[in-house]
């Protein structure tokens, strides 16, 4: 009977525990992730959590926020653009992972998915970006901790102190008399019970709610050593500021050795309502002017002077700037070009192989002496399609650019060099690229064997756009394998010029090397460089412009401005095109020779101040005063134009003049105006004539020749046989 009683009471118990714990069984449901939305110029640096996940908002890519590095990116970069960056997010935006990581010395920039990445040398903290789909059980913070803009610093010293804001630091447990172990997850036996120790009467409830909006309070993995150092020291001295008693000051020490043992993540919710107040016991005045103890010993953050706090805690830090780069190498004036490679990374040519190339790209670097004011450097790696390894712009020194190299990795596939020059003619030498525009442009292919694809068509129209392409052949096809080519002769169809000075076969790939100062030596010797010109920057042109009195003030200024309309045309410097001008009438004066004005702004400005001369016509000594006074002193590489402007028949001859003229090289055209002498306009314009000589009515017209004139002046100049 006893044994079953004891066993109807057992059940009784057992029944009655399970209905209990029956109501908090909803409490243990799986929480739904609450994923917080940031801006677009949010940086993961700003947000001090190890890692946590957002949603970016749509068109981040148009704001053009920056982003550093490849793959890893800098803290100062924007999470929104590192995504769309990585292929993680498009540009409608979505949800992103976010894990920091160590800071690294090198982030290579890029240009991917429409956002382009910059190099940055260095810096303290990384971060990676994926999918915002969290794994199976696992919940991130559903709110963000920013780290603030400036730090909260507490005074120590003996010095008056001033009412601190109520907004700096949020003690809610030391003004609580009683804690409430129902309403928060915190554990209550880890602190002394306050209604035991406390000598004050509680103070009224009002006073003991924390406000929602400032300063959370945080987990152990989210709070810094030293803000809880803080925390505690000015709570000790609020206490012994009004003589409080041992309990108290206790329990201030006590304070923040509360975080480590929380065992729930997430944020403590504070009452709804509830705002920050002082309890009557909390001092307001000045705090003693007694220092008692010692400074806490804690890890200090980035923005204090001395070492860095180990790994594991997260820094508050202020506005991230990028350090300082290394000094910026001016490199070797005497080899100012752009100078790109491209390199074979085709399966054909092996690891061993891709590695030597490596090193001859690294040993090319250190030789030319990579700088802003000499040759920049940049590579193209092709295989199926070019993919750009580093743009001109992406180093400015030679150790820069070996380190980058040195981290290239072999991307495999067919041989299309081909393919390549068209890259580089279309997108590669670009001014978002780094192309300097006053510096050659130099393309120099490194192919194992040979192309897998035709190079005549695209080398031609890279040429045609001023580009110099050197090809260093290694191992080419012997007689036997000639068959296997896609293009016979393709060096030669390819190249500059076939003289040798663009084509460069080496025998073996360890004899590579050996090939980087020839290499250099052509490429640096820019009075070579046919390809670099073209038809707009390789001219002297000389305007002969009639001044007599049939032409008038007024239309003297409309002739003015169209030579300052074809002159806009050219690229206008010491080593591109020159201008020279010379008014006549009776007698002639030179208004500027070539070369005395080597910036186009400076140039516009010259034609402008030409002063209107009035008199005679005498268009055959002006031609021979041009001859003698411009085309004497042009340089041998530049091409010879002359531009007579007349409105009247000469009164001397033209032929003579203009036979002589020609048989210098010279390039004439006539522009002739309302009573210009048409059978004197085709005696000076060189054969054939419809393409040289110009007539119209009236003054007002002459805007319209500016377009025929240049597309004559370039066509003539592509018609040129390259090889």
């Known amino acids: 009977m006893n044994g079953t009683s004891l066993t109807t009471i057992c059940l009784a118990l057992l029944l009655s525990c399970a209905c209990g714990a029956k109501p908090n069984g909803s409490k243990n449901k799986k929480p739904k992730q609450v994923v917080p939305a940031i801006e677009c110029d949010v940086r993961a640096g700003k947000i001090n959590l190890p890692e946590f996940i957002v949603k970016c908002p749509a068109h981040c890519k148009e704001t053009k926020q920056q982003v550093y590095g490849t793959g890893v990116f800098a803290s100062i970069s924007s999470i929104c653009n590192a995504a769309i960056h990585s292929g993680i997010i498009t540009n409608m935006g979505g949800k992103v992972i976010v894990r920091k990581m160590a800071g690294q010395n090198i982030y290579k920039g890029s240009n991917s998915n429409g956002v382009r990445s910059l190099s940055l040398p260095k810096w303290r903290e990384s971060f990676v970006v994926s999918v915002g789909k969290p794994k199976k059980g696992v919940i991130y913070p559903s709110t ?63 006073t003991t709610k924390a406000r929602a909006a400032v300063h959370k309070v945080r987990d152990a993995g989210n709070s810094h050593p030293y803000l809880a150092s803080v925390a505690a020291a000015s709570s000790r001295k609020a206490q012994s500021g009004q003589g409080k008693g041992f309990s108290q000051v206790f329990r201030g020490v006590a304070y923040p050795n509360r975080y480590p043992q929380r065992a729930s993540a997430g944020l403590r919710r504070p009452e709804a309502g509830s705002a920050i107040r002082r309890p009557p016991s909390s001092p307001v005045g000045p705090a003693s002017p007694r220092r008692d103890w010692a400074p806490p010993n804690f890890p200090r953050p980035d923005w204090f002077p001395g070492a860095r706090q180990p790994a594991g ?44 190339q490596k090193d001859f790209l690294s040993d090319v670097a250190q030789a030319i002496n990579v700088g802003v004011a000499g040759p920049m450097m940049g590579i193209i790696q092709y295989g199926d399609d070019p993919v750009t390894e580093l743009s001109l ?9 070996k380190l980058a190299v040195d981290k290239i990795v072999q991307k495999g596939g067919l041989s299309n060099v081909g393919k390549a020059l068209t890259y580089i003619n279309r997108q590669y030498f670009s001014d978002a690229n780094g192309n300097r525009g006053g510096a050659p442009n130099v393309a120099v292919v490194l192919v194992d064997g040979w192309p897998t694809d ?61 090939a980087v100062q020839p290499l250099v030596k052509r490429v640096c010797d820019t009075d070579r460089l046919l390809c670099s010109k073209t038809c707009l920057n390789a001219n002297d042109i000389a305007f002969v412009i009639d001044g007599s009195s049939s032409v008038g003030t007024g239309n003297f ?89 007349t409105d009247g028949r000469s009164y001397d001859d033209v032929r003579v003049p203009a036979l ?25 314009a060189t054969d054939p004539d419809k393409e040289h000589s110009f007539f119209v009515d009236e003054f007002d017209n002459l805007y319209k020749f500016v377009p025929k004139i240049i597309q004559n002046i370039c066509q003539e100049f592509n018609s040129q046989p390259r090889n």
Request: net charge neutral; glycine share 6%; aromatic share 10%.
């Open 144 to 206: 963000l901790d920013y780290v603030p803009s400036r730090p909260t610093y507490v005074k120590t010293t003996g010095q008056k102190e001033a009412k601190p804001p109520a907004a700096t630091t949020v003690l809610p447990m030391t003004t609580t008399p009683e804690p409430t172990t129902t309403t928060t997850p915190e554990p209550t036996t880890t602190t002394p019970a306050p209604t035991t120790t406390t000598t004050t009467p509680p103070p009224p409830p009002t």
């Open 313 to 356: 805690f997260n820094v508050r830090e202020q506005e991230p700037v990028p350090r300082a780069p290394e000094p910026v190498s001016q490199g070797d004036p005497n080899c100012k070009v752009d100078l790109a490679f491209l390199m074979d990374g085709s399966w054909s040519i092996g690891k061993r192989r891709f590695k030597i």
């Open 393 to 401: 712009k992406s180093y400015s020194n030679s150790r820069e650019v």
């Open 454 to 514: 035709k190079v005549e068509e695209a080398s031609r129209l890279a040429r045609e756009s001023g580009i110099n392409i050197f090809f260093v052949t290694i191992e080419g096809p012997d007689e036997s394998e000639k068959a296997n080519l896609v293009e016979t002769n393709f060096v030669d169809k390819a190249v500059c010029r076939t003289n040798g000075f663009y084509s460069l076969p080496v025998n073996s790939w360890f004899a590579l090397r050996k």
């Open 557 to 645: 200024r409309t002739v003015l401005q169209f030579v300052a309309n074809v002159t806009q045309e050219f690229e206008i410097s010491d080593t591109d095109t020159r201008v020279g001008a010379v008014q006549y009438t009776y007698e002639q004066r030179l208004e500027f020779g070539f070369g005395q004005y080597n910036n186009k702004g400076e140039l516009l400005n010259a034609i402008k101040r030409i002063n209107y001369w009035s008199g005679g016509t005498s268009t055959g000594a002006a031609i021979t005063f041009a001859a003698d006074q411009l085309f004497s002193k042009s340089k041998p590489n530049k091409r010879k134009i002359m531009i007579v402007i």
């Open 660 to 684: 002589a003229v020609q048989s210098q090289g010279v390039i004439a055209y006539s522009i002739g105006i309302a009573w210009a002498a048409q059978d004197e306009l085709e005696y000076i």
